[in-house]
């Protein structure tokens, strides 16, 4: 059973960079044809994909996040890391991270496996 853990800070203050961290657990994250995304939920609207790297280490950005966003990952350590830069109150939300078998091209597929989530609020 693959499970997925997101880690980091709950508060984070205006115009600083927000970094997460997921950890995988029962399966590899260079696993072949495997994609590893995060995605966020705001306060009452739906679910938002930010971001994914691939298997081979690709990385695709939706387009409305992709001048604040970067994702890397430490093979080492089955994990995969989320920077957001530049945060304002708008970026409040619930993030999650997730993997899935293809790849997402303009927003959230179908999820095989997800985080809980972890509530990330920006206020100074």
């Known amino acids: 059973q693959v499970q997925l853990r997101e880690s980091g800070p709950g508060l984070v203050k205006p115009s600083q960079t927000l970094s997460l961290t997921c950890t995988v657990a029962?399966?590899?994250?260079?696993?072949?044809?495997?994609?590893c995304s995060w995605v966020r939920q705001p306060p009452g609207e739906a679910l938002e994909w930010m971001g994914t790297?691939?298997?081979?280490?690709?990385?695709y950005y939706s387009p409305s996040l992709k001048s604040r966003t970067s994702i890397s990952r430490d093979t080492a350590k089955n994990q995969f890391t989320l920077q957001l830069s530049s945060v304002t109150p708008e970026d409040t939300a619930v993030y999650f991270c997730?993997?899935?078998?293809?790849?997402?091209?303009?927003?959230?597929?179908?999820?095989?496996?997800r985080g809980q989530g972890t509530q990330v609020t920006v206020s100074s």
């Open positions: 997730a993997r899935h078998g293809s790849r997402w091209y303009n927003g959230p597929g179908k999820i095989d496996y």
């Open positions: 029962g399966g590899s994250i260079t696993s072949n044809y495997y994609y």
């Open positions: 790297i691939s298997y081979s280490g690709n990385t």
